[in-house]
């Protein structure tokens, strides 16, 4: 059994979604890490017992066949994979009368905690799907003396949550008035914005109980005026990791901030994306016989066994990802699925959507 990706889980859980029992009929178990996979199998082997007490014979037949086929599953496991183990079971037919009895097995890209049996219409899902949601946010700035925004690094996407202007005149005076009563206005003008933009990070970020840390970008002097200017309240200080020299205040200044902070970010999601995707492109320029992007290639370095990473776009065709993720999975190849969310992912959905980084040239 392979882990699932993040995007794997997300397209299972759709499918899982889209089913659903005539009556309580449907199977849910699912056994936490490190839990002994010979107990639920015993407690499952139990509960066929207390299935033979339902009414209806169909609903009963249904949980008894489902229940069976779990059973039979797990006694063909030693142990309890790494991050457990999630089953679902039943008879999915849309014909009254037919049996269509399917088994679904979920090794989650995360640990589970929970241990639970269920007989319902519905699978329960909720478990996994808490692993979906986006564990850590980052807290974005950008700003010089005239504008500010601010957003959110939330996965791979990057969200504007505030534009703010200071008002602050250029450097060309109004008429009459002196170098130094100018130069007193224009400093007074420039704390006023400083405050303000503190202010509204107080208001978005104080209480953002996801927040792991915020990356502060501008121009040299600007940015570390605010930040040693004590404006921001000591619980978002500390929660500074970078301030990077940029030089735009605007929505692509966000996307200039993410980029220069790789480093910093280096296990986010959206760098580990682009980080891929460059190695991909790269090699496919330098070494073109190392890097494949159409289908028919891909399959065939797959049959070989000479695929080190499958590439696979979210927006690529779902039945032939499908085919090719299990070829990858039979060859021991590494399968990573890419958003379009970023300009890489959306330059490599544009290409092909799939794609391929061979261990070794084949013929």
Known sequence: MVKLTKDELEE???????????????????IAAGYDVNSVQRQLEAEKSTAK????????????????????YLKGMKKTPE??????????????????????????????????????KDFVLEPLRVMLEVSEIFGLLVMDRKEATIGILEGKRIEVL??????????????GQSSQRFHRVTEGLTKEFYKRIAEEMKKIFFEMPKLKGILVGGPIPTKDEFLEGEY????????????????????SGLKELVE??????????????????????ETLGEKPELAYY???????????GAVETLIISKKYDKKLAKELMEMAEN?????????????????????????AILRYKIQ
């Open 12 to 30: 299972k859980l759709k499918d899982l979604e889209s089913h659903k029992g005539r009556h309580t009929e449907f199977i849910t178990v699912y």
């Open 53 to 72: 007490n339902i009414k209806s014979t169909t609903t009963r037949n249904n949980v008894i066949d489902a229940l069976e086929k779990i059973v039979r």
């Open 83 to 120: 991050n457990g183990l999630a089953l679902f079971c039943g008879n999915v037919s849309k014909v009254e009368g037919q049996a269509d009895l399917r088994i679904w097995d979920i090794e989650p890209p995360q640990p589970l905690k929970t241990r639970l049996y269920r007989c319902d």
């Open 162 to 175: 505030q534009k703010m202007t200071s008002g602050v005149p250029s450097k060309i005076r109004a008429g």
């Open 232 to 251: 921001m309240a000591t619980k978002l200080m500390q929660k500074v990791i970078g301030r990077i020299d940029i030089g735009d205040a605007d929505e």
């Open 260 to 281: 220069k902070s790789r480093d910093i970010l280096a296990d986010q999601e959206i760098v580990y994306e682009k980080n891929l995707l460059e190695r991909f492109f």
């Open 294 to 304: 159409k289908e028919k290639d891909v399959r065939k370095a797959l049959q070989y």
């Open 331 to 355: 060859t021991g190849a590494k399968v990573e699925i890419v958003s379009i969310e970023t300009t890489e992912g959306e330059q490599f959905n544009n290409l092909s959507g799939i794609g």
